[in-house]
T-cell receptor
């Protein structure tokens, strides 16, 4: 079935540095990918919708200059957390939707810790 | 607006007990409904889905029926196992829609 990978699975970085997270659809092409943030014991918060070949659509309250999203190809979207701060520490999950399919396929998540 | 409401957890059950996790929704139009499961430290996996009224989704012993009259999609399993311990998310996507709206999630603990 549809498989989505994320890399890295976990990362620790120093405050002020930038971190890039990759999301790949391994066996299908995804014109649309989604980036979520999940706080401990809470639901998923949609951050942005990533569209191949165009700008991402950010949800209200999400800083687009801080969370840079690039959807460079039909199988790869990247999220870059710029100038990370401890409050950016979280579990980031991506998902992808194959064309014509309503359900999303999720990556395993990336745990970011900013020290 | 469109929303999904799930029963609050955590739910703690003994092995082989019957499970029900309630889910109700508010939506314009005719949404597709989903249950996703998240095991500790992992991303979400699709558990089951139903795309129209009276459809029953089922997988791994779990079932949920799309009830338009009560706007509900309750998750049930007749006999839970320790390995079912996870967080369960109810979700909807509107017809032709783009975003998926998730409920808050319900944590299930199953004791041996």
């Amino acid at each position: 079935g549809a498989v989505v990978s994320q890399h890295p699975s976990w990362v620790i970085c120093k405050s002020g540095t930038s971190v890039k997270i990759e999301c790949r659809s391994l066996d299908f092409q995804a014109t649309t990918m989604f980036w979520y943030r999940q706080f401990p014991k809470q639901s998923l918060m949609l951050m942005a919708t990533s569209n191949e070949g165009s700008k991402a659509t950010y949800e209200q309250g999400v800083e687009k200059d801080k969370f840079l999203i690039n959807h460079a190809s039909l199988t790869l979207s990247t999220l870059t957390v710029t100038s990370a701060h401890p409050e950016d520490s979280s579990f980031y999950i991506c998902s992808a939707r194959p064309p014509g399919i309503e359900e999303q396929y999720f990556g395993p998540g990336t745990r970011l810790t900013v020290t | 607006g469109d929303s999904v409401t799930q029963m609050e957890g955590p739910v703690t059950l003994s092995e082989e007990a019957f499970l029900t996790i309630n889910c109700t929704y508010t939506a314009t139009g005719y949404p597709s409904l989903f249950w996703y499961v998240q095991y500790p430290g992992e991303g979400l996996q699709l558990l089951l889905k139903a795309t129209k009224a009276d459809d029953k989704g089922s997988n791994k012993g779990f079932e949920a029926t799309y009830r338009k009259e009560t706007t509900s999609f309750h998750l049930e399993k007749g006999s839970v196992q320790v390995s079912d311990s996870a967080v369960y998310f109810c979700a909807l996507t509107l017809t032709g829609g783009f975003k998926t709206i998730f409920g808050a999630g319900t944590r299930l603990f199953v004791k041996a």
